[in-house]
């Protein structure tokens, strides 16, 4: 069954704001998911230079042996990324679609300080349902 | 014939007719506006308290003119004496102008007889809000519970006015509750007129 195993949103400077465990191998200690985070974000800026054509966005898909790890990075420069079970199909819609939740129920929240951390209980709630209904779908087919 | 089948631009808003209206406005675009509204107030205030104040007092200030342009706009220019026909008119009309529906219930409060609430499922302006824990009962609906103060106040009912979440069971989020509490004078006067 094709699964997603973790999410995480960065800001533009790098920094982690947001992190959520759907695996069953247990969470992660807090401080290696912020310097996974921090990892990711300059393997991405550096991505952009190194390649051979200009006008590079940077890595949107990192395929390993036993897992994806797919990264979608908004105008703004917020980067959501996700990563999952090889071969999962449709994450990329999935984390289009955590980026309009962010834009409703992250940015339209007034106690929501921006580039902290995210800690909107109707952002969880949403994020959690259209996680569970990917998965349902998924089981279904 | 000139000007047939264009929209005539008024050079100034005041000169626009008062009975066109009812456009359609970016939901998200409020919700920014509101957003900034409550972010604006809370740098103002200390505490809690000061900052329900502050929104309830922007929301009188839109009930006012609602009252105003509604009662010319739907009502031909009547006006409501008796109780019922005010809490209707704030249920059904002004909902309807602000918030494109009817509230979801309006009912009698049971151990006063000078309260009344009107329940909504979730306000239209808390869509999008989610409080943080350490604000406690915080409601951003104080800027609604200031806009029919400001409608019962100019139509000669004068009333307290409160907005509060009422826990559902079933339900993840709470539904909220617009307390209304009218004044000694406003039940002297219906209870008068029979």
């Known amino acids: ?141 | 014939m000139i000007g047939v089948g264009k929209v005539k631009q008024y050079g100034n808003v005041l000169d626009k007719p008062l009975n066109k209206g009812k456009t359609e406005v970016s939901l998200s675009a409020f919700a920014f506006l509101f957003s900034e509204l409550v972010q604006y107030n809370q740098t103002q205030v200390d505490n809690i308290g000061e900052l329900e104040r502050r929104l309830e007092d922007a929301g009188y200030a839109v009930g006012a003119r609602v009252l105003e342009l509604l009662c010319h706009r739907d009502k031909g220019n009547r006006r409501e004496t008796r109780l019922l026909g005010i809490l209707s008119f704030v249920h059904s009309t002004v909902w309807k102008v602000l918030f494109g529906k009817v509230a979801d219930s309006l009912e009698k409060g049971t151990e006063h007889e000078d309260e009344y609430m009107i329940s909504e499922k979730e306000l239209l302006v808390n869509k999008f809000i989610s409080i943080p824990k350490d604000m406690g009962t915080f409601n951003c609906g104080a800027f609604v519970a200031g806009i029919v103060r400001g409608v019962l106040d100019g139509a000669g009912f004068p009333a307290v006015v409160t907005a509060h979440f009422v826990p559902m069971e079933g339900q993840q989020r709470p539904r909220t509750t617009i307390l209304i509490k009218f004044a000694e004078e406003v039940l002297l006067r219906e209870a008068r007129l029979g």
């Open chain 1, 1 to 141: 069954m094709a699964a997603i195993y973790s999410l995480y949103i960065i800001n533009k400077s790098g920094g982690l704001i947001y992190y959520k465990d759907y695996g069953s191998a247990g969470r992660m200690d807090t401080n290696d998911t912020l310097r996974v985070a921090s990892l990711w974000h300059s393997m991405h800026a550096i991505s952009q230079q190194l390649s051979p054509v200009s006008g590079c966005s940077g890595i949107e898909l990192l395929q390993a042996d036993t897992f994806d790890l797919h990264c979608f990075q908004s105008l703004t420069g917020t980067k959501f990324f996700a990563v999952c079970e090889p071969g999962t199909q449709q994450i990329e819609s999935l984390l289009k679609y955590v980026y309009e939740l962010y834009t409703d129920y992250v940015l339209k929240n007034p106690f929501y300080e921006i580039e902290m951390p995210i800690r909107c209980e109707l952002f969880d709630m949403n994020l959690t349902q259209s996680v569970q209904k990917d998965r349902v779908a998924l089981l279904g087919q």
